[in-house]
């Protein structure tokens, strides 16, 4: 993908599952992410990272590393407070309600496809 911006897509899943999907770009939103939200209808893809932290967070989340090529390298669920590990081949995180991903069939091996809404 070129050029990320911040906006509205949809994730599709090896499998069926699509997901809605907020994408963070910009410095201000991947810092933001889900901090002081009590949920979100789908996943938050945060471009551009290899790393998370839940200080702030009022939910537990589901995070998943993907690497280049959009394969998902692992999956965590991590409590609010929490230090994430870097994960040096990740490339992008994505973020969502605790036990989401489990449900949309997203483990280690699965490659995803992002289709970013065009304004």
Do not use: Q
């Not at 390298?73 to 870097?86: A, D, Q």
């Amino acid at each position: 993908m070129g050029k990320w911006v911040d906006g509205t897509g949809t994730l599709a899943v090896s499998g069926g599952a699509e997901v809605p999907l907020e994408v963070a770009a910009s410095y201000r939103a991947r810092r933001r992410g889900l901090l002081g939200r009590d949920g979100i209808a789908g996943a938050l893809l945060i471009v551009r990272t290899n790393s998370v932290h839940t200080f702030g967070m009022r939910i537990p989340i589901d995070v998943a590393y993907l690497d280049g090529s959009f394969t998902v390298r692992s999956v965590v669920t991590m409590r609010p407070g929490r230090l994430g590990m870097i994960r040096p081949r990740g490339r992008h995180v994505l973020e969502a309600e605790a036990g989401s991903m489990a449900g949309w069939g997203l483990k280690p091996g699965v490659r995803v496809r992002v289709r970013v809404d065009v304004e």
